[in-house]
């Protein structure tokens, strides 16, 4: 019996998905769930500077991404994700994750970044953009320095209105039905 229940719990394991380190909060700066997916239309992506490269950081960073793209500064218009990045690999990683569990094709989303980790989400745009765009991606905005400042005011309203844009253009993308035109 012993040995049944040690191979049943193997067989049940090993169909397990790995785990991504996504899944745990402490691995985001910012990560607002789907409870406000209802109230706002689309999602921002942001990626800073600063690479998390040791836990002493941590605390600097957060305080930064909240007050740069936190702090109800896309209140009513995003969702915020802003990972933990410390290579290209990890900044792919945080994408499949948002896609696995928080993205809908209908949501449009933006990414924003800056220094090298700006850069490394550019360079993951580039190599993955058809289908970033199939999926919603509307627009990117990039600095190479990292500077408080960088997610002004007007950012936000020129993502609002390409918000409103793209609302437009996909109510006007559906099909009529049938007999609607006769």
Not at 15 to 30: A, F, K, R
Not at 53 to 60: A, C, L, P, Q
């Amino acid at each position: 019996m012993k040995k049944f229940l040690i191979v049943a719990a193997f067989v049940a394991l090993s169909g397990c998905q790995s785990m991504s380190p996504y899944d745990y909060l402490e691995n985001w700066l910012i990560r607002e769930d789907p409870v406000r997916a209802f109230v706002v239309p689309s999602d921002v992506i942001y990626v800073q500077g600063d690479l998390y490269t040791k836990m002493s950081n941590v605390s600097m960073m957060l305080d930064y991404a909240k007050s740069e793209v936190g702090n109800g500064r896309f209140h009513g218009v995003a969702r915020v994700f802003s990972p933990l990045v410390a290579t290209p690999e990890d900044v792919g990683e945080a994408i499949r994750w948002y896609f696995r569990y928080h993205h809908k094709p209908e949501r449009t989303f933006f990414f924003i970044g800056e220094g090298e980790g700006g850069r490394m989400l550019k360079e993951y745009e580039q190599q993955h953009v058809k289908r970033l765009k199939k999926e919603g991606l509307e627009m990117s905005f990039y600095t190479d320095e990292y500077r408080k400042g960088f997610v002004t005011d007007e950012m936000v309203r020129e993502i609002k209105i390409a918000i409103s844009r793209a609302r437009f253009r996909k109510s006007w993308d559906r099909e009529m039905p049938d007999g609607m035109l006769e």
